[in-house]
């Protein structure tokens, strides 16, 4: 069954660094997203990607964050200097054009800044 | 606005008995209602979602929620706990509003224990 791939599944960096979360979104789907959950907490969305460009974010993806799709497959996300408030689980999803399909997820990837 | 509403921070109950998580929401227009799990360092795995149609859906591992729209509700439920049920539970509503958008509202979840 296709899924969602993200890596890596843990990063650690030192506050200040850029760090880039990837993944690899199922193939044939068409709108992808990034949310991120602190601490086993609220699931909060970051951004949604459509047609090559950011359909929304939120108050949370500052100029800080980044996202690029470059070469059709990836998706990543880029963090250019993390806060210590940035450590969390940062979930890739992506869904097919379908409006009532659910969005599938990724692993997550467990950033933590020090 | 649209929200999603989970009023209980933790559900417990014993291994055998019924259980229900609770979910109600607030959206404009037809709610696309989802049922996520996420078990302790895992990912967030898909349970059910109503769409359309029948209000009790059933889901992965034995689930089933009943959409209720007068009391715009969406609990979860099971008939018989297991203790591999314990797990985070989260109830998201899709955005209907945003046109190229269709992200996720979630609530804030609840966890649910279940004793042997």
């Given at each position: 069954e296709p899924e969602v791939t993200q890596t890596p599944s843990h990063q650690v960096t030192q506050m200040g660094q850029e760090v880039i979360l990837r993944c690899v979104p199922i193939s044939n789907h068409l709108y992808f997203y990034w949310y991120r959950q602190i601490l086993g907490q609220k699931v909060e969305f970051l951004v949604s990607f459509y047609n090559n460009e950011i359909s929304e974010k939120s108050e949370i993806f500052d100029d800080q964050f980044s996202v690029e799709r470059?070469?059709?497959?990836n998706f990543t996300l880029k963090i250019r200097s993390t806060k210590l408030e940035d450590s969390a689980m940062y979930f890739c999803a992506s869904i097919p054009d379908r409006i009532n399909t659910e969005a599938f997820f990724g692993q997550g990837t467990r950033l933590t800044v020090v | 606005a649209q929200s999603v509403a989970q009023p209980e921070d933790q559900v417990n109950v014993a291994e055998g008995n019924p259980l229900t998580v609770k979910c109600t929401y607030s959206v404009s227009g037809n709610p696309y209602l989802f049922w996520y799990v996420q078990y302790p360092n895992r990912g967030l795995q898909f349970l059910l979602k109503y769409i359309?149609?029948?209000?009790l859906v059933k889901g992965s591992y034995g689930f089933e929620a009943e959409f209720n729209k007068s009391q715009t509700s969406f609990h979860l439920k099971k008939p018989s706990a297991l203790v591999s049920d314990s797990a985070l539970y989260f109830c998201a509503v899709r955005d209907t509003n945003a046109g190229n958008n269709r992200k996720l509202i979630w609530g804030l979840g609840t966890s649910l224990g279940v004793n042997p």
């Open positions: 470059p070469d059709g497959s | 359309t149609g029948d209000n």
